[in-house]
């Protein structure tokens, strides 16, 4: 069971980081890029609009916390 | 060579180069302080790991559909690359200290010297573990890379050409100077590499979630100029924050 929880933590720490609200908005932004391609809409503008917002939110946040 | 690809091997040279510089300091840092057969020996044995890993995972991953592998390995990238190039913009700005190759072989070796003698199947334990937990932990991150950054754009060898060239060069120049290599711009690529992962995030997760970019593979250059400019215009917004909150 130990090594079962430090492998799941070692992975959470490896890709997610000390930031999980950015993976959700990442997860997010995602899925509505994806809604809306699906209802063909013109969708590629939506990541890199939604990745500058989520970059400057985790900024603040770790500044906030340092 | 398609615009794909010249990223492709570009990304995975940086990457792997910084992750090899780290995992040099500490085989370095293991061999000087507690014998170099120790510290070999757990490179070898943490290499075979990962050359298993990576053909265990290579094919799996190449069996996947395109598309589903693309809105996987683009989240993941992007939400790895966020935390690269977070990282990266806080060091660039002053609000987070720059890597220290020199300080981190400092500690290490003291830790080494400090640590008791314990041997096992001929090899000192010490020695032996540190450069294996070393370069596995480094090379993880360069297998991810590869992986997925190789599995995504459709060529895995691609990608571990771009790894092994880090390699050679790392472990060449290493050898020559047998020290840790300070003087390597290392904060200037991880920025770099934290861009990459992030311009490669963002182009295969529209793409896996069904979008499509216009000028397909040639919109790299765009998302890669949009996230340079970004990274840039946020290093100096912070970087003025910072000296304005500073009493004079």
Redesign the interface.
């Known amino acids: 069971m130990r090594w079962i929880k430090g492998f799941g933590r070692f992975w959470w720490d490896?890709?997610?980081?000390?930031?999980w609200l950015?993976?959700v908005l990442?997860?997010v932004a995602?899925?509505v890029?994806?809604a809306?391609?699906?209802s063909h809409i013109?969708?590629?503008w939506?990541?890199?609009v939604a990745?500058?917002g989520?970059?400057?939110l985790?900024?603040r946040r770790?500044?906030r916390s340092? | 060579m398609s615009t794909g690809n010249t990223f492709l091997i570009l990304s995975a040279f940086l990457a792997s180069a910084v992750e090899m510089v780290e995992a040099l300091t500490i085989v370095l840092a293991s061999g000087l302080a507690r014998g170099w057969k120790s510290s070999l020996a757990g490179l070898g044995a943490a290499t075979v790991v990962l050359a298993v890993l990576v053909a265990a995972l290579g094919p799996a991953l190449t069996a996947i559909p395109l598309n589903a592998l693309r809105?996987a390995v683009?989240?993941?990238l992007?939400?790895?690359g966020?935390?690269w190039?977070?990282k990266a913009?806080?060091r660039a700005s002053g609000?987070?200290e720059l890597h220290d190759e020199d300080a981190i072989f400092a500690r290490e070796l003291a830790e080494a010297q400090g640590a008791e003698h314990l041997e096992r199947a001929g090899l000192d334990w010490y020695g032996f573990v540190l450069s294996f937990k070393g370069v596995l932990l480094e090379g993880?991150?360069v297998v991810?890379i590869v992986l997925t950054f190789g599995s995504a754009q459709g060529s895995i060898p691609l990608a571990a050409v771009g790894a092994a060239g880090a390699l050679v060069l790392v472990a060449g120049v290493g050898i020559a100077v047998r020290a840790p290599l300070a003087r390597v711009p290392e904060n200037l690529m991880k920025f770099s590499v934290g861009v990459m992962l992030?311009t490669f995030?963002?182009f295969w997760?529209?793409e896996?979630?069904?979008?499509?970019?216009?000028g397909s593979d040639a919109?790299l250059l765009g998302?890669l100029g949009?996230?340079i400019a970004?990274s840039v215009l946020?290093v100096r917004l912070?970087r003025r924050e910072r000296m304005e909150a500073v009493p004079a």
């Open positions: 490896f890709v997610i980081g000390d930031d950015a993976a990442v997860a995602i899925g890029t994806a809306i391609a699906h013109t969708a590629w939506l990541m890199p990745v500058l989520v970059l400057w985790s900024l770790a500044i340092a | 809105l683009g989240a993941l992007l939400v790895f966020l935390q190039l977070r913009i806080l609000y987070k993880l991150e991810f992030t995030g963002i997760s529209t896996g979630a069904g979008a499509h970019w216009p919109s998302v949009f996230v970004v946020l912070l």
